[in-house]
Structure formats: C-alpha cells, structure tokens
C-alpha cells in the first residue's frame, strides 16, 4: 500500500519568513495529493490540493508542487504569519474505486512573532 | 450544508470494555472514512466505506470494525479496550472515493 513520509516533523519560523514542508510517497500511481491544516484543537482542513496532471498550483500565499518522477511534493508558505502555526499533513491517494488515502505523520509549525 | 458531524465527542471506559463511535457525513456524500489520531503517530488510516461496503481497511486488529448504513451514516466498534487505544478517532466523508475529505471534530476516547 502507499506510503507518505513527511519532513521537517517540527519547523520554527520568524513571520514574515517562508516555510517548505516536503513529503515523498511510494505508489506510482498516486494521483491526488492533498494538504490538511490542523489548529491545536480542531479538525483538520484542507488548505490545497493537486492532482497528478499539474505540477504546481498557487492559492495566495500557500503553493504546491509535484514531481511525479521523484515521487515528491512539497508545500510552500510565504509571508508566514503567527496564525500559519498548526500542525501540517500531506496526504496521498490513487482515487478510483479504493479509498487508500495515506497521511504523512504531520509537521507542526511555529511562527514566531 | 452541514458538516461533518461525529457522537460521542469524549468518551472514557476501562479496558476490557467496547464502545461505538458515530459518524454523520455531509448530505450526499457516500464516502466515510475512520482515522485514529495518537500525539507523534499522524493521521492513522482505520478502514472507509462506500455504499454500505468496506473498500479498504489499515493495519488494525480486529477488534476495530465498522459499518456504514443506507443513509451513509458510519459507526466504528472497537471491542475489548486497551489502554492503547486512547485516542482521537476521526471520520471524514467525500463525496465520491479519492477526493477531497472533510473530517468531522473527533470523538477523544479515554481508556482508563
């Protein structure tokens, strides 16, 4: 089954600074990738997603990119500010017929005033 | 629409005991999906239903069971409690398999 491992697991940074969290998954055939935020507290939510036939998509000051050679994603925030910090999960699925979506183990932000 | 909703929102047992989590996804959609969440463990995959089918099950024991019914509610039954199992289960329901997932606020289960 897929496999999502996701760097940093802890990742300080001062406001106004940019922050990258990377995730790499296992099966080829993963075509839909989606990030959760979660708030100390709260349910996760989606902040973005791509799907395996675009390699970069933007939504204001949140992007992500795909290599789908590399098996790799990554999440990019710049401008960050204090109410970015929450912990961050990649995900990764195949879709169709069989819900295998996978999470990463999830990166927890701070953004430092 | 209303979201993503999920009963009890705390529970505490003793070990040895069952308890049975419910799970209410947003009208329409017929995809449920359970996650156990543990401080340092991430999202957990437990199993996902579809059509009143498990399409899909993670690597947990069987005393972690589920069902889902006709108007695509889910409930997910955990038998013979360990202390081990303390934690935050969490559904999700899409629309249609592999899309995006809204998740409900949780059930944080206590096992004493």
């Not at chain 1, 990742?11 to 708030?39: H, M, R």
Request: aromatic share 10%; net charge positive.
């Amino acid at each position: 089954g897929e496999n999502v491992e996701q760097h940093p697991s802890t990742l300080s940074v001062q406001e106004g600074d940019s922050a990258v969290i990377k995730c790499t998954y296992s099966d080829s055939a993963s075509n839909y990738f989606p990030w959760y935020k979660q708030e100390l507290g709260k349910r996760p939510q989606l902040i973005i997603d791509i799907r395996s036939n675009v390699g970069e998509k933007k939504d204001q000051r949140i992007a992500v990119t795909l290599n789908k050679t590399a098996k790799h994603f990554s999440l990019h925030i710049t401008e960050t500010q204090p109410e970015d910090s929450a912990v961050y999960f990649c995900a990764a699925s195949t879709g169709g017929n069989n819900n295998d979506m996978r999470f990463g183990a999830g990166t927890r932000l701070t953004v430092k005033p | 629409k209303a979201g993503v909703t999920q009963t009890p929102r705390y529970l505490i047992k003793t070990r040895g005991q069952q308890v049975t989590l419910s799970c209410s996804p947003i009208s329409g959609h017929r995809s449920v999906s359970w996650y156990q969440q543990t401080p340092g463990q991430g999202l957990q995959f437990l199993f996902e239903y579809f059509s009143e089918t498990q399409r899909n099950k993670g690597n947990f024991p069987g005393r972690f069971s589920g069902r889902q019914f006709s108007n695509s509610r889910s409930e997910m039954n955990v038998s013979t409690l360990e202390l081990g199992d303390s934690a935050l289960y969490l559904c999700a329901s899409s629309f249609f398999q592999g899309n995006e997932q809204f998740f409900g606020p949780g059930t944080r289960l206590t096992v004493l």
